[in-house]
Every structure is written in C-alpha cells, then in structure tokens.
C-alpha cells in the first residue's frame, strides 16, 4: 500500500495538524483554592500536546527547530577506520621483539587520499591525521617517536596493538538512532547529522505566539506619555523572550480596558498564532477583561497559584488556542511567563515538558519567608554565592534588569543565612539548545 505514492503520503503527513485544545483543559479539581506551583505545572504537563505542523528543512535552516522524527546514521562514523595522529603505520602482528626497524615503503596515505596497494607485513608506510588506513596497517606509530632514515623508521619496542587508530564506526554505527523527536537542534547535533551523511530534517513548524499588552495606561515607548499614562514594558520583554525560545512572535500590540477590542484581538490571536500571550487585565477587577472574555466562554480557568511574585494566571481556551493572562506587572510577567508558560509552550512546540537546571548554591542573603506559597527573587551569582535584589518591591523592573537569574525558594517556611543552601537558577537555563 502506498508504495509509489511515498511523496503524497509525506505531504499529507507534513500538512496534518493535531486537533486543537478542548475548551476545558485547563479546569482545575473543585474545591481547590491555592494551587500549590508543582500541582499547577503536573496539570499543565498533563493536559497541553503539540499543536504544530511539520515540515523538512535543510541543515543550514534547522539551528533551533524541533525534530520532528528521529534520526538514524546513513553511514557510520568514522566510515572507515583511520589514524588519529601524523605517523607511520604497520601491522602490528608482524613486529619482532624489541627495537624495531622496519622498511619505509614509497607513497603515503592522507586525509581524503588512500593509499594504493597494500603494506606487506613488516613494512610500514607514511600516513596523516584522517587517513583511511591502508590495507594491511593496523597500528600506528606517532611520528615524533620515529628516527627515519632513507627509507626505514626504527623506533622503541613497547607499542600497543591498534595504537593511534580509530575504529570504523567506534563513535556511531550505521542505521543507529542519533537524535529523538523533541530534541532542540543545537550546532553540535547539527555536526552530528552532517558526519552521518543525514542533509535534511523533519521538523515542528515554529510555534506561533501572539502577544497582547493590555491596559488604558500603556504607550509605547518614544510616544509622548500623557498624564497617567506608562509605556508597554510587557510586550518588548515577551517578544523578546519568546523569540530567544525559538518561537516566532505575532505583535498582536497593545489593546485598552476595552472588551470589544480585546474581543477582536483574541480572535485574531487565534486564527494567526498557536498560543496566546496576554498580560494584565487577568484578575478580577471591573477593567480585567482577560479574565471577563475567557469566562465568557466558559473556558476560563483562574489558577490561584500559590507563588510570589504572581497574581491569579488566567488560562483558557479562545476558539481552540491556549491563552495565557499574565499579569501585568513586569516582575510577575516574567516570572510567571518563565515558570508556567515556557515549559507550558515547550509542550505545545513539540518539544516536550521543560524542568530549568536548577543548581544548589550557597546564599549570601537573609531572608525569612512564610509557609504555603513558593517564591522567586531577583538573583545572581557572584563569587559563587547567590546575592538577591535590594527590594523585592514588585514593580521594580530594574531589579529585573539586574538580576541574571531567580533564586527559587520552597513552599514550606524558611529562614535563610548567609551560607545556606539555596536554589539558583540561571535565565539561561530556561532557554535550550
Ligand atoms: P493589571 O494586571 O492589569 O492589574 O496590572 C498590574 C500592574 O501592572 C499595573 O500597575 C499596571 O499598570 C502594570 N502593567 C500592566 N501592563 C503593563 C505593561 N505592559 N507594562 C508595564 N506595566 C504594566
Ligand atoms: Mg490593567
């Protein structure tokens, strides 16, 4: 079945796009009222798959996508075994007790120019790094423990067998499986593909992610701010962050405390993106339209997360596309688009769920804190400690700015010394590949 027709089969496998969310994924258990994070990020785990299409690309295009299926080696590597150093190579079974002397054939063998002919046993032959090696040579000799005469070497006795050699295949055999769906492609895996003789890939399709600021207070940066007003922090920071994670960005803009307006740019969110990132306008306030519309639809999930900083994370489903409602504080925007949505979108990517490397390290802060919610401070490391922002005052962006990654404290209470153990994770952690 099929045969003959591999071409349309693989166009109607690269076009298929999974079914998109149900509307109540994202509904929470009755009865819950702060969701501790774990359980927050176990239901995220569990009910978000992947959303994108595929496509194959060529090497120089594939830095950062998504495999899409697995990769097996064309050919093994090394293809044939070879010499890993400038030497002479012999057979080593035909070597005498002893010192050796040993006649120096004509020719050579070289990277990418084999040898012709073969090595009689007990003769040895020039050869350089990367040369296929000649018939009849198993072991070779490095050069600088060689005298040469007019035509022999002589050297010490005391060689191994195989010495200064690679085996065909000791690094990867044919037909082996080198790289997994999911896997973010890094220039390393790009080598890899390369070595194996693999020049194209099957990968997700991008992921789209639209990105909304909300509030009547919001210019943008370079307008000329009247009384009240702020300028749109959010959107430079998520559009930024999304495209550091490899995702393409809809600028769906800002939009005011206006229901309608948000109305059509949750709609166009959905119909050009995948994923739908707001910020403000989450909690539930008269101007927090977010949360209104989602609950309109009755697939509005208000996730009382017990973490700090972080207001109610408004989730739900617009026509069939996620939406995350950040809150609009930057500090809490950041935090909750790093914890919650980026391995929340990684899922979605097709990349799979995403835990940060997180690393223990000694703290050179105090600080005490209540049980019953996690908490992430502005952090850095300096001399292998973990320092903490001065203020952990909420709309404090410069702190954001300073910090280079968040100090993660436990649910449970705590009283931190200077010296104590504390978990520390780099910003460069959440990204991959
Ligand atoms: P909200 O979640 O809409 O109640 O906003 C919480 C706080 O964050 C308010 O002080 C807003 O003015 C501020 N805020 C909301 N969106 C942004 C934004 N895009 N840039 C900077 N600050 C914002
Ligand atoms: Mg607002």
């Not at 307006?261 to 101007?287: K, Q």
């Amino acid at each position: 079945m099929g045969l003959g027709h591999e071409d349309d089969l693989r166009r109607t496998a690269e076009g298929l796009k999974p079914p998109p969310l149900r509307d109540d994924c994202f509904a929470l258990p009755g009865g819950v009222d702060w969701t501790p994070a774990e359980q927050a990020l176990a239901l995220l785990r569990d009910r978000l798959h992947v959303v994108v299409g595929r496509e194959r690309v060529e090497l120089s295009d594939a830095r950062g996508r998504v495999l899409a299926a697995p990769v097996t080696a064309r050919r093994a590597n090394p293809p044939h075994p070879n010499t890993a150093v400038d030497g002479y190579g012999f057979a080593f079974d035909s070597l005498g007790e002893g010192d050796q002397t040993l006649p120096l054939l004509a020719g050579r063998a070289a990277a990418g120019v084999p040898y012709v002919g073969e090595v009689p046993p007990g003769h040895a032959v020039r050869v350089l790094t990367g040369a296929a090696l000649p018939k009849g040579v198993d072991t070779v000799i490095l050069q600088e423990d060689v005298s040469v005469g007019d035509s022999e070497i002589v050297f010490r006795a005391g060689i191994r067998p195989g010495a200064n050699t690679r085996r065909a295949g000791e690094d990867v055999g044919e037909g082996e499986t080198i790289l997994a769906p999911g896997r973010v492609l890094t220039p390393a895996d790009l080598a890899l593909c390369a070595a194996v003789g693999v020049a194209r890939l099957e990968v997700c399709l991008p992921l789209r992610v639209a990105i909304i600021s909300t509030g009547d207070e919001l210019v943008e940066a370079g307008q000329v701010p009247q009384a009240g007003k702020i300028f749109d922090a959010n959107r430079p920071m998520l559009s930024a962050l999304v495209r550091d994670f490899g995702y393409e960005v809809v600028d769906l803009g800002k939009v005011p405390d206006d229901r309608e307006t948000l109305r059509r740019a949750l709609d166009r969110g959905a119909t050009e993106a995948d994923v739908i990132l707001t910020s403000g306008g989450a909690s539930a306030g008269d101007e927090d339209h977010v949360s209104a519309l989602l609950n309109e639809t009755g697939a509005m999930a208000e996730w009382r997360i017990a973490i700090k900083p972080g207001r109610p994370l408004a989730l739900g489903v617009w026509r069939g596309t996620p939406v995350f409602g950040l809150p609009g504080n930057p500090v809490a925007a950041l935090v909750c688009a790093l914890v919650f949505a980026r391995p929340a979108m990684a899922c979605l990517s097709g990349s799979g769920w995403f835990e940060p490397q997180g690393f223990d390290v000694p703290a050179n802060f105090d600080k005490r804190k209540k049980p019953g919610r996690r908490e992430y401070l502005r952090a850095r490391m300096r001399e292998g400690r973990a320092e903490v922002f001065k203020s952990e005052g909420s709309g404090r962006i410069s702190g954001l700015s300073w910090a280079e990654g968040l100090v993660e404290l436990p649910d449970h209470a705590a009283e931190i010394k200077p010296g104590d153990s504390v978990r520390y994770i780099p910003f460069a952690s959440f990204l991959r590949g």
